[in-house]
Nanobody, 115 residues
């Protein structure tokens, strides 16, 4: 059984920063990708950032230059540093782990950017 738990969401003013964390635990042999997605009200879930086991990183155009994804392989943990936050970044942020050919989702953490 693999569990994925996100933390670090909250309310922040425009221009502020937040750091999300996602930890995977359980019986894991090999992680291929660790992703951050987000879903705003009334919108589809979208990929925000991805880091692969080889260290390849991709970002959506909407967050490039503002968000930074990083991983700690020893801890099966991935982080998302979010800077220069905008109201349009408001969403539930989800972590997805692809491990041992299965995908596992966290429960999500709310990020609200508002003055």
């Amino acid at each position: 059984q693999v569990q994925v738990v996100e933390s670090g969401g909250g309310l922040v003013q425009p221009g502020g920063s937040l750091r999300l964390s996602c930890a995977a635990s359980g019986s894991i042999f090999s992680i291929a990708n660790m992703d951050w997605y987000r879903q705003a009200p009334g919108k589809e879930r979208e990929l925000v950032a991805r880091i692969t086991s080889s260290g390849t990183i991709t970002y959506s155009d909407s967050v490039k230059g503002r968000f930074t994804i990083s991983g700690d392989n020893a801890k099966n943990t991935v982080y998302l540093q979010m800077n220069s936050l905008k109201p349009e970044d408001t969403a539930v942020y989800y972590c997805k782990i692809i491990a041992d050919y299965y995908q596992y989702w966290g429960q999500g953490t709310q990020v609200t950017v508002s003055s």
